[in-house]
């Protein structure tokens, strides 16, 4: 949980108190709707996630000519497969391959794209990582467990403008005979921003 | 602006701090300020450049020390006082009034208008493109070689510090865009070619770089001039 400021219990903090007078003036002037701000809560709350994201990676691991339109053109690749909407207006996708790894940031806000790995985690929205990332990915990468070859390539895309980007994380190995579902359920978010690479299923 | 959002680089801020199974939202008021942002942009009561730069111009301590959605927070109040939504009595005198009467938080008056309901979920399902057609040809085409201005605006841009004054080469092409240092100050959309531009991470962090690292950047035109390739 983070702080937001020495408030005592049953007293509210200054955040919940600013968010409730904007949105109740602007219900009493009426120009803005309870029902609405409640719907597209419950929209991210409940269906726009990482899975969205994870289906595309399965998709273009077991299907080369999928993998090729998302390599070229992602906005159209992933609306193929339904996905599409706000913050993912312009996608790109980045493909991990052993020489190349790809890792995601904003440096100035936190843009992310939504629509693919719904709303981002608090650590991609700090200051630690916004910093860090361009300047000093192979450390970054290691804290997150994520220690790279020396020669493998380290491209960071800082998401300056209005395009989105997905990385398409290695397919592991030992998953040849899996299903492009079973396949989904490996791939993580933190492997789609790039911070991970997908674990091979664990053996039973 | 020179402001304390523009962290590439940084040094000073520790590790990054993961949170094992972290929830969409933290807090019941994070909800409801994230459902905001959808709810006034669908009414222009501000636009998403604006929105940005209304950030950037929050005090910087506040800034570091307070979480993503008080940003926002810091931003709406900005934005709708400054565009003449609300005034500042008004608004203060509300937070007050929640303040002191914690339990009105729960029992805000509710509107419904199932028509603008409508509207934002299919804000969410399609999304808001500021991509524009333009007239003007594109001045560069992939491979071009480009250096990004050594600009220091006081108001809103999209180039970051770390990367201004340096060398690069033109990786793609999207297309025009609503240019947000135009945006940002109500001087219209001024629609922009915007490139992906490769910059060798040597080129901006010097020694410390990692040796065939590089950084891309989406890059409006206006932040590009032409280069010669340099020898050797």
Redesign the interface.
């Known amino acids: ?2 702080g ?1 400021g020495g408030h005592h219990p ?19 002037k ?12 419950e ?3 409940r269906d ?2 990482p899975l969205n994201g994870a289906r595309v990676v399965a998709r273009a691991w077991v299907d080369p000519e999928y993998k090729s339109r998302l390599l070229t053109d992602a906005t159209s690749a992933i609306a193929e497969l339904g996905i ?7 996608m ?1 996708v980045v493909e991990n391959t052993p020489e190349v790894h790809n890792l995601v940031v904003c ?4 843009c992310y794209p939504w ?1 693919v790995l ?2 981002p ?3 991609y ?14 450390g ?1 990468l290691r ?2 467990g994520l220690e790279l070859d020396e020669n493998v ?11 989105r980007y997905m990385v398409l994380p290695e397919r592991p190995a030992g998953t040849e005979g899996m299903t492009e579902e079973e396949l989904a359920s490996l791939v993580t978010r933190d492997a789609m921003i790039g911070v991970a690479k997908v674990r091979p299923p664990k053996k039973s | 602006m020179n402001g304390v ?7 000073g ?7 094992p199974d ?1 929830p ?6 994070e ?6 942002l ?3 942009m669908a ?1 222009g ?1 501000f636009n998403l450049d604006q929105f ?1 730069h209304g ?1 950037e111009r929050m005090d910087p301590v506040h800034y ?1 020390s ?5 940003h926002w ?1 810091g931003t ?2 900005r934005c ?1 006082v400054e565009n003449g ?2 005034t500042r009595g ?2 203060e005198a ?2 007050r ?3 002191r009467e ?1 339990d ?2 729960k029992r ?7 028509a ?2 409508e ?3 299919q ?9 524009r057609e333009v007239s003007a040809p594109p001045k560069f085409k992939v491979g071009d070689h480009v250096v990004t201005v050594n600009i220091h605006p006081a108001g809103h841009t ?3 510090r ?2 201004r004054g340096k060398r690069g080469v033109i990786e ?1 092409w ?1 297309g025009a ?2 240019f947000p240092d135009t945006n940002a100050h109500g001087l219209g959309e001024s629609p922009q070619h ?1 490139y ?1 531009v490769r910059f060798d ?1 040597e080129e ?2 010097g020694r ?1 770089a ?1 040796k ?9 035109e206006p932040y590009l001039e032409a280069a010669v390739p340099q020898g050797g």
């Open positions: 949980m983070m937001y049953g007293q509210p903090s200054m955040a919940e108190a600013l968010t409730a007078a904007i949105e109740s003036l602007l219900i009493e009426g120009l803005i709707s309870s029902d609405a701000i409640d719907a597209v809560v929209k991210y709350e726009i996630g599409k909407g706000m913050q993912g207006e312009h790109v440096t100035l806000c936190s629509p719904g709303l985690p608090n650590w929205k700090t200051p630690a990582y916004r910093s860090r990332a361009v300047s000093d990915p192979r970054l804290e997150f390539q380290i491209r960071v895309w800082d998401s300056s403008a209005e395009i | 959002h523009d962290l590439g680089g940084m040094h801020f520790g590790p990054v701090v993961v949170e972290e969409i939202f933290h807090a019941e008021w909800k409801r300020a994230f459902g905001l959808f709810a006034t009414k009561m940005r950030i570091l307070s979480s993503y959605y008080e927070l709406y109040e709708l939504i609300l008004e608004l509300r937070v009034h929640f303040l914690p009105a938080i805000l008056p509710r509107r419904e208008d199932p603008f309901k509207a934002l979920l804000l969410v399902a399609e999304g808001y493109s500021t991509h999209r180039l970051p770390y990367a793609r999207h865009f609503v915007c992906t991470a901006i962090w410390s990692g065939g690292d590089t950084i891309y950047l989406d890059l409006w």
